[in-house]
């Protein structure tokens, strides 16, 4: 359902009048959004890679394809209060005119606007880098609570095909490190300044608060407030448990096979068969993926974007898919 107001959560009641609809919802229970901050902390690598994947990514990271130096991470947005983050179908949003969507011209599909903000920080001096990614699409990727809804949302539509995006209870939405933008490039090869060695923070930020971008016609909607007069996309029981923070270490030398708690996890043939998969499915309806339903045994576990470590124990994924995007 899709409230005058923006997003609203799944647990919804019919009325036209969006504030009933509001504390209906809440009365019922509210989504809580969180960064998976340990997962975040054991998944960062740095190395040097040949960044030669879907064109897309590079395009809105503003990454000149070649060799860079890069600070590669998992960030996983699990939903552990008692109501969906519902999205629903992105055309719908499109059709209201509400804001929450934009076009993405190369990936030919809309990505939903302040979804998650992935930010480098050097503490010392308060300098901030952006990362690659632009793009979000919200499904249910992971199992993070024994009391879960059910796998709802599998969908990110695209501009003819219908989505159904959202986050359920006991879920979260995982974006492997592997995949297109999930990453710094430390080297200036996007336009920034490069990254000196040292001792720096990656800091995520999920449903980020933000102000409307006056120079942007389209950057218009503010759903919702906290309480200090920020705009937040999604409205949840709570929005100060939204950041996570992990010291890192850029190394003087990289390392031949990666510096950092994620090296052990490297792109490897079956990974990255199972990511590009997985991302191509993002892009468009899921439904391959709905065959390969995660397994809820193991943690992480294998979802629309798994983590590629539990690909040896899972059922090849569908061949012949090569999207690598959100």
Known sequence: MIAAAGV?????????????????????????LIVDAQWLA?????????????????????????????LRFTVSTPNIGNADVFIGNPLDHVAANDGMFEYATCHNHF??????????VDPATGKVWRAAKKGFCMV????????????????????????NQGISVGWADTYN????????????GDGQDPVPPGEYIIRITVNPPFT??????????????DPDGFCHMLKERRYDNNVAQ??????????PTGFGPGSADPPDGNSLIWIRTVAHIRAGSCAECGRQRPTESIRPTLGCRGSARCTRTATPPPTGMSRNCC
């Open 8 to 32: 609203v959560v799944a647990a919804c009641v019919g009325a036209d009048n969006p504030a009933a609809v509001d504390a209906a919802q809440f009365a019922r229970g509210a989504p809580d």
């Open 246 to 255: 992990v010291p890192i270490t850029i190394p003087s030398l990289p390392a």
């Open 42 to 70: 054991r998944s960062w690598v740095v190395y040097d890679q040949d960044l030669n994947e879907d064109p897309c990514s590079l395009a809105e990271g503003g990454v000149t394809p070649g060799v860079h130096h890069v």
């Open 177 to 188: 490190k592997h995949i297109g933008g999930q990453y710094f490039v430390l080297d200036g």
């Open 111 to 120: 990505h939903f606007r302040h979804y998650t903000l992935y930010e480098l």
């Open 140 to 163: 249910d990727t992971d199992v993070v609570a024994d009391r879960r809804g059910p796998w709802a949302y599998r969908a990110c539509g695209t501009r003819t095909t219908p989505g």
């Open 212 to 225: 409307p971008n006056p120079n942007d016609p389209n950057d218009v909607a503010c759903p919702f407030t």
